[in-house]
């Protein structure tokens, strides 16, 4: 049987969601199986995650569902995404997943690959940019990880809610990775192939750079079906699950 790699990102898993994480215990039933030699996971797991300590049914569940992949089935890897940067080694081993950091290589069947989740090539994005790399500094977490949890609660929907009014009526291309960073840290790092998610822009786009044939992969969202790559020996192929009916492999 084929073995193959599995990477899924942007699910924004969140308790008012029902359908989406239905959608996401099919995909791990059907697919996560005993062929598959990896799942990763590239940032925006959850929807909001504002530490460790906040447990709540659908985290603990999920955290079951991964331990039992990672330990009967294939390793669980893990990427913060601008939603889920909060999430720690306790949760983590609670998965039994790896965390990553944010920019990592891997090997895929012979060929090297960089996987992100992908928002620090957005780079046109200044705003978010300046928040990204204040949120990240160890100093901000640690004061942010030490507020009651109610607090954090309350700061994270008002970000949200901000973050909501700052994007109406923006250009969306805006909000898009830069070109020319894609090829700077393809270049950096040396690969011809990168997989990031963030953008809800699911696509592959083959180019040429620095005289390199070059492939970014952009894994989709889970709004309103789910969406996976699946990468074999053979072949790189983004698949859709719509809700409730056969996944469809439109390219």
């Not at 030699?37 to 590239?42: F, R």
């Not at 990672?70 to 939603?83: L, Q, T």
């Not at 994270?156 to 969306?172: I, T, Y």
Request: glycine letters at 4%; aromatic letters at 12%; one cysteine or more.
């Amino acid at each position: 049987m084929m073995r193959y790699t599995l990477f899924i990102a942007d699910l924004h898993l969140t308790e008012s969601r029902p359908d989406i994480t239905a959608c996401f215990y099919s995909f791990l039933e059907e697919h996560v199986t005993s062929n598959c030699d990896a799942l990763y996971i590239l940032g925006d797991f959850f929807e909001v995650w504002i530490g460790d300590d906040e447990q709540s049914a659908l985290q603990q569940t999920i955290a079951n569902k991964l331990n039992y992949i990672s330990s009967n089935i294939c390793p669980v890897f893990f990427i913060h995404g601008n939603r889920d940067f909060l999430l720690g080694k306790k949760y983590a081993t609670q998965c039994g997943m790896t965390l990553l950091p944010e920019e990592q290589l891997i090997n895929l069947y012979g060929e090297q690959a960089l996987i992100m989740h992908g928002d620090q090539l957005c780079t046109q994005d200044i705003k978010y940019q300046k928040f990204r790399k204040q949120s990240r500094s160890k100093w901000w977490q640690c004061i942010m990880l030490n507020l009651p949890l109610f607090l954090r609660k309350r700061i994270a929907r008002n970000a949200r809610m901000k973050s909501k009014e700052s994007q109406q009526g923006v250009d969306l291309n805006l909000l898009d990775v830069v070109q020319h960073d894609v090829e700077v840290v393809m270049d950096k790092y040396d690969v011809n192939l990168l997989i990031h998610g963030h953008t809800h822009r699911p696509a592959t786009h083959n180019f040429t750079a620095y005289k390199n044939s070059k492939t970014r992969i952009v894994l989709g969202d889970w709004y309103t079906q789910g969406s996976y790559l699946v990468v074999s020996e053979q072949e790189k192929h983004l698949v859709y699950k719509p809700f409730n009916r056969p996944d469809t492999y439109p390219n």
